[in-house]
Nanobody, 115 residues
């Protein structure tokens, strides 16, 4: 089992920055892929950024060049650096991790971009 706890959400003005964190615990050595999803009001959950194995991170088109995903050296903390945020970035951001057999979700953290 893997547990994921997000933090760092909040209210930010357009053009501002925010950094989300995801603390992973439990059997973290089984994690193969880890990343971030978001769900805007009235919309489906979508993948924002993902680290798959040892491959380079991938990003949803609308956040390329603005968001950056990274992990700490121990691999148990995942970050999402959000720069030049836009109102359309508003939503609940979820941390997601996948082992060979299971997928795990955090509880989500709200990000609101508004002036």
């Amino acid at each position: 089992q893997v547990q994921l706890v997000e933090s760092g959400g909040g209210l930010v003005q357009p053009g501002g920055s925010l950094r989300l964190s995801c603390q992973a615990s439990g059997n973290t050595v089984t994690i193969i892929n880890i990343g971030w999803y978001r769900q805007a009001p009235g919309k489906q959950r979508e993948e924002v950024a993902m680290i798959r194995g040892s491959s380079s991170p991938t990003y949803e088109d609308s956040v390329k060049g603005r968001f950056a995903i990274s992990r700490d050296t121990d691999g148990d903390i995942l970050y999402l650096q959000m720069n030049s945020v836009k109102p359309e970035d508003t939503g609940v951001y979820y941390c997601y991790a996948r082992s060979r057999l299971y997928g795990y979700w955090g509880q989500g953290t709200q990000v609101t971009v508004s002036s």
